[in-house]
């Protein structure tokens, strides 16, 4: 299964002082046959299963796979942190050639020795940069440290080094930073601050793990970029832990598909996205949204999901094109000039000194069968604009109209039947189901409280709705953590099915899940939109899969709507710059697509916040063909 | 940071108005006239209406209380019923040795518990763990008034190393503030531990050992470092525990404090003294918990940046 990998990408100087030549055929890590296991109450649980690795200088080794495959362990394992976590290396051996030339097992070193390497020869950044930097100690002195540990620099020394890795890692107004704490930093900032620390040593193998995860996909953009420049220019290998097939295309050398704790395959990136070999491969890269593969097609088309099943077999699900609009029908909501602001008080005494502008003078149509995208990055207002037409949030004006009727006209009564026609999903499928009551009581709630059935019929209704969602009635008596978070999340489209919805708003609602289960519940949202007609208000940041589900597509950006209109035209005809940066940034899922010198967002996302009386322009979108309409006004930073 | 601290500042002084409206309404709330109270069981009503003339009894309810205000911010309490010297005099020889005591107290017990609760912290659930833990637990189940009590009976009685009570040199210290700070070295420790666990378990820790910190700096930097924060919201409510405390305490080992005070006025009903004595009370709690927000601040740039 393994193929022989090509020689590495030319890289820089290696600037390690003292280095050894690097000779491309000695790999510069070599994990054998290395097995972890957990302690459980059941016994031992093994999380890596005999992996073999190796990743030679200069290189990228990506590794792949979903939640549970071990790819985290593996990555823990080679900086001998699994054992702080719970974890024991039981068996295999992690050789690292050591600047001085000599070869050490990482899996027999002591702690004292393993902390000389750690953050010197080998270093790590990590998923949340909101959480990685330690609150309480400033910027400069989180980096300073590790300059301080391995090259035994003094204080000033050491920030003097701390301000050329910021430097580095491009942050803008750098020696302002360094008295900074990690809270006055957006995520963006952070995980750059993360790099600075990790690379300051000039280690000889970076290991991230899911370092863009938690990012907005133009700062995710930006910062691959910026680990590959590094790259470049210090000689190292990175080892690159992610379960997104889009950035594995991006920035991988070669890849390691890993399953259930083992390595399923191996190989060369464009070799394993062309010609995949392991039937778990397959299904992965068949469930994976390529945008622009919906191209010169005007509607939405389910996924060809394919389900491993045992070893070999593979299941396959058909795509099928989604055509559910009654373009003739009304529309069964109508925004109008929405407005939603939050007060900023500053100050001893609270002074209101600005306003978040979060949802400005924003119109919209959803016609019945149809699927809306609200797409932005965080803080553009999308969810806020959920929200307030869910009525979570009160708007400071404009009109929402739901089946023809203004719903803030209503009287409370009507409100509250027109409530039941509109449903929500949430992001997080764990957070949103109550731990203490069995799913089955969280169904039928809704169907109580609304009066929707009775008795004996409240009990079918549900094991109804959980046979629509692909689970079986007997699921009704279990509580939520029995479940997969693909299963829970299946548990909340039923109950928002419960109350009959005309209108479900899906805020990030695949986000969470993995690639393989994020295709599923994406075509079982389809489903049911075929067989009920339902209309769904889509909110997401990702713009591969908003291409595979919806009909028209809103672009929100600092509370605007810059461009609206239906899906083909808004993505194979971006007009606002902003929606072409943004559709940029987006990493393909395909090594042949991959363009590493295409034009970024440069900089942070702007705040929606402004100063009061500075009110932001607006002018009518201009209509540049049939249902397609672009923000010609200056919005933020695109005049 | 200057606007934090200027915003708890203003945030104290209605707290301060509502405390004088409380104490100075204590001796009205009262089951009684004041002035037959401190005129005393056998006074003419001539002698009663004479002492309600000279305290101003007679006055409207609103004009006493500024009198009262203005009177108390000079430090004047008027005197005290059982000894007729100013309730000034009383208080000022007792504040001090009460506040050493308090202070001492804190200081030993805060140290201890917080290396009891990092070490069952590192070592959880090992035998350090437990042990530390056990010796909490029953730290703050011993009751202060028996602890003290045995304390006499094996250190001063039997073995004859302590004095049994009073006020003067070191030796006097030690079984009063031991009595006092158990309880809190006590819970400290156990929101030491609970605080440092959950800190051990922060992403931020594991990027320190990322770095190749060693564990001794992991554990007394990086972790005890983020501890602290919820810690010193915890002494400044045991602040409040040591002064109630502090009761029990000087009594029992007979400690000229402001404990004793309280305990001695009420029983003889020397209203004056103890109204001062609440007011003293509740200012050094509000002046405590000001001081701990203060330092929370300091330990939390999240707070002072904000």
Known sequence: MTSIPQAAPTTGSLSNAGAPPATHSTPLVEVKNLTVEFPTEDGPFRAVDGIDLHIRRGETLAIVGESGSGKSVTALSLMRLIEFGGGRIVGGSIQLAGRDGGLRDLAQESLPAMNRLRGDEIAMIFQEPMTSLNPVFTIGDQIAEAVMLHQGLGRKEARSEALAMLNKVRIPEAARLLDRYPHQLSGGMRQRVMIAMALSCRPSLLIADEPTTALDVTIQAQILRLVRQLQDEMGMAVMFITHDMGVVAEVADRVLVMYRGKKVEEGVVDDVFARPQAPYTKALLAAVPKLGSLSGAPLPRRFPVLTVEGEAGIATEAERWQDTVEPAAPPILDVDDLFTRFEVRRGLFGRLTGRIHAVERVSFKVHPGETLALVGESGCGKSTAGRTIMQLQAPDSGSIRFSGRDIFAMPEAERRRMHQKIQYIFQDPYASLNPRVTVGFSIAEPLITHNLAKGAGVEERVAQLLVDVGLSPDHAKRYPHEFSGGQRQRICIARALACEPDLIIADEAVSALDVSIQAQIVNLLMDLQEKRRLAYLFISHDMAVVERVSHRVAVMYLGQIVEIGPRQAVFENPQHAYTRRLMAAVPIADPARRDRSRPLLEGEIPSPMRKLGDEPIWAPLVEVEPGHFVARHPVGDFA | ?306
């Open chain 2, 1 to 306: 940071m200057l606007n934090y601290l200027a915003r708890r500042l203003v945030g104290t002084i209605p707290v301060i108005v509502a405390l004088s409206v409380l104490v100075f309404a204590f001796v009205h709330l009262l089951p009684g006239d004041p002035a037959r109270l401190v005129a005393g069981q056998d006074a003419t009503p001539e002698d009663v209406q004479a002492v309600r003339v000279s305290l101003g009894l007679d006055r409207p309810l609103w004009e006493q209380y500024f009198r009262f205000v203005s009177n108390a911010v000079q430090g004047d309490f008027g005197t005290s019923l059982k000894t007729r010297r100013t309730v000034a005099e009383e208080i000022g020889e007792r504040f001090m040795p009460t506040v050493w005591l308090t202070v001492f107290s804190m200081i030993w017990a805060t140290i201890f518990g917080l290396l009891i609760g990092v070490l069952s912290g590192v070592k959880r659930g090992r035998w350090q763990d437990y042990t530390g833990m056990l010796v909490a637990v029953s730290g703050i189940s011993f009751p202060a008034f028996w602890l003290g009590l045995l304390l006499i009976d094996l250190f001063s009685v039997r073995l004859g190393w302590l004095p049994t009570g009073g006020y003067g040199t070191w030796q006097h210290f030690v079984m009063p503030s031991f009595t006092l700070g158990l309880g809190v070295a006590a819970v400290m420790a156990r929101f030491t531990r609970s605080a440092f666990v959950e800190i051990t378990r922060e992403d931020y820790v594991r990027t320190a050992r990322a770095k190749g910190v060693p564990e001794r700096f992991v554990i007394w930097k990086h972790t005890l470092r983020n501890a602290l924060v919820p810690v010193i919201t915890m002494v400044g409510l045991q602040f409040g525990f040591l002064l109630g405390g502090s009761i029990v305490v000087e009594t029992v080992f007979s400690w000229p404090g402001l404990g004793r005070l309280l305990v001695d006025s009420v029983s003889y009903r020397d209203y004056p003294v103890i109204q001062a004595e609440i007011l003293i009370f509740s200012l050094e709690f509000i002046l405590i918990n000001l001081a701990v927000d203060v330092l929370y601040a300091v330990a939390n740039p999240e707070i002072r940046y904000r």
